[in-house]
């Protein structure tokens, strides 16, 4: 088995006396201080997170747009220079590869950021479907990824910045200068906040990350760890790849079907087009156990009129809502009644049939100016 692989950030994670974990081939921070106090610091003030197990690929040239649109869900063709977008990778048969973030740099020059356990997978597959058309770089080892989250998050970086940050759109992207490393910042996330992804080589990633530390501790800024971003995405009801998504669901059951273009040949048109007009099999959905303390987490069972009717992806105690929430697929194929929000449902926790309620998602959303979504569509 070979051993997990280490950010540039490690000695700086283990200074600020992080528990670590493997994630994804990484050994990564779980938490610094605890994962309530980071999760709180997050939705109250600014978090900072080491992302940099991600993975970054680059494609340029003529047809590296072909490659994109023949490659992904979504319309790479709808993005401007300086915008960013949400868009998943199938398979034939509608299953999910892997769900990415593809950044337009310049008329014939893009950026995907992937899943870190997905890098290689990731990697193949696109080189594959490109053929040589076009240039394309794999540079995750020689990139680092700093995330800043939070609803002061900007007004802590527009004081690092050399360049108007601030005015940057969401989900826009521009390159420039911050505690004067040269950055790409995308004003994306994974949190259901405001704030920023900087992409920085791996030189001058040390040095602004204790830079925003530094700046941001007057407003109780904190170093973030695995274990609250996931409480924070599941909060906003974001899909996570091996929980929500994988080979065996496809992104319109995960009910991300408004980052599926149809009418437009990728690879998955077929399956899914067929889902859209023929019905699902399945559907994501989420919960809440009435009871107000029961977590209902993945693998559990769910039961619908007393009968087993799907399984739970993801589930943990939220934080911001002081309650546990959770994510499930339910089987919907034949049925009668497709699962509705407000519908009594029951959940196997330790082999008690707790009851719980299907709810809307996300669970947590600050304000309508900062939705708790996916992506710009």
């Given at each position: 088995?070979?051993?997990?692989?280490?950010?540039?950030?490690?000695?700086?994670?283990?200074?600020?006396?992080?528990?670590?974990?493997?994630?994804?081939?990484?050994?990564?921070p779980?938490?610094?201080?605890?994962?309530?106090?980071?999760?709180?610091?997050?939705?109250?003030?600014?978090?900072?997170?080491?992302?940099?197990?991600?993975?970054?690929?680059?494609?340029?040239?003529?047809?590296?747009?072909?490659?994109?649109?023949?490659?992904f869900?979504?319309?790479?063709?709808?993005?401007?220079?300086?915008?960013?977008?949400?868009?998943?990778?199938?398979?034939?048969?509608?299953?999910?590869?892997?769900?990415?973030?593809?950044?337009?740099?310049?008329?014939?020059?893009?950026?995907?950021?992937?899943?870190a356990?997905?890098?290689?997978?990731?990697?193949?597959?696109?080189?594959?479907?490109?053929?040589?058309?076009?240039?394309?770089?794999?540079?995750?080892?020689a990139?680092?990824?700093?995330?800043?989250?939070?609803?002061?998050?900007?007004?802590?970086?527009?004081?690092?910045?050399?360049?108007?940050?601030?005015?940057?759109?969401?989900?826009g992207?521009?390159?420039?200068?911050?505690a004067?490393?040269?950055?790409?910042?995308?004003?994306?996330?994974?949190?259901?906040?405001?704030?920023?992804?900087?992409?920085?080589d791996?030189?001058?990633?040390?040095?602004?990350?204790?830079?925003?530390?530094?700046?941001?501790?007057a407003?109780?800024?904190?170093?973030?760890?695995?274990?609250?971003?996931?409480?924070?995405?599941?909060?906003?009801?974001?899909?996570?790849?091996?929980?929500?998504?994988?080979?065996?669901?496809?992104?319109?059951?995960?009910?991300?079907?408004?980052?599926?273009?149809?009418?437009?040949?990728?690879?998955?048109?077929?399956?899914?087009?067929?889902?859209?007009?023929?019905?699902?099999?399945?559907?994501?959905i989420?919960?809440?156990?009435?009871?107000?303390?029961?977590?209902?987490?993945?693998?559990?069972?769910?039961?619908?009129?007393g009968?087993?009717?799907?399984?739970?992806?993801?589930?943990?105690?939220?934080?911001?809502i002081?309650?546990?929430?959770?994510?499930?697929?339910?089987?919907?194929?034949?049925?009668?009644?497709?699962?509705a929000?407000?519908?009594?449902?029951?959940?196997?926790?330790?082999?008690?049939?707790?009851?719980?309620t299907?709810?809307?998602r996300?669970?947590?959303?600050?304000?309508?100016n900062?939705?708790?979504?996916?992506?710009?569509?």
């Open positions: 088995m070979n051993a997990p692989k280490r950010t540039v950030l490690f000695d700086l994670h283990q200074k600020l006396g992080a528990r670590m974990t493997v994630f994804g081939g990484f050994e990564m779980v938490s610094y201080s605890g994962i309530i106090e980071e999760h709180l610091a997050v939705r109250n003030s600014a978090g900072v997170f080491d992302l940099s197990h991600m993975g970054e690929f680059e494609i340029s040239g003529p047809h590296a747009l072909e490659t994109l649109e023949r490659a869900t979504n319309s790479a063709a709808r993005l401007k220079n300086g915008q960013a977008q949400y868009t998943i990778m199938c398979a034939e048969d509608g299953g999910t590869i892997d769900d990415l973030i593809v950044y337009r740099l310049g008329p014939e020059r893009y950026m995907l950021c992937v899943n356990s997905n890098i290689d997978v990731d990697r193949e597959w696109i080189v594959e479907l490109n053929g040589g058309r076009a240039k394309f770089e794999d540079v995750s080892d990139t680092s990824l700093i995330a800043v989250q939070g609803p002061v998050a900007v007004a802590i970086l527009a004081t690092l910045a050399e360049f108007p940050i601030a005015d940057v759109a969401r989900f992207v521009a390159e420039g200068t911050v004067g490393i040269a950055c790409l910042a995308a004003r994306t996330g994974y949190t259901g906040e405001d704030g920023f992804e900087l992409f920085v791996n030189n001058g990633a040390r040095q602004l990350f204790e830079a925003i530390l530094g700046v941001g501790a407003a109780n800024i904190k170093p973030v760890g695995l274990g609250a971003r996931d409480t924070l995405r599941l909060e906003a009801g974001l899909p996570l790849y091996g929980h929500e998504l994988d080979r065996n669901s496809s992104p319109l059951e995960a009910g991300l079907g408004v980052f599926v273009k149809l009418g437009r040949p990728f690879v998955g048109d077929k399956a899914l087009s067929a889902q859209r007009n023929h019905g699902l099999k399945k559907t994501l989420g919960l809440q156990t009435d009871d107000g303390r029961m977590v209902a987490r993945q693998g559990y069972r769910v039961l619908r009129n009968e087993e009717a799907g399984v739970v992806t993801s589930g943990t105690f939220a934080p911001s002081q309650r546990p929430i959770a994510m499930a697929y339910l089987n919907v194929e034949g049925a009668k009644n497709p699962p929000v407000g519908e009594p449902v029951e959940v196997e926790i330790r082999e008690r049939k707790a009851r719980a299907i709810v809307r996300p669970f947590y959303r600050r304000d309508d900062h939705a708790a979504s996916t992506a710009n569509v």
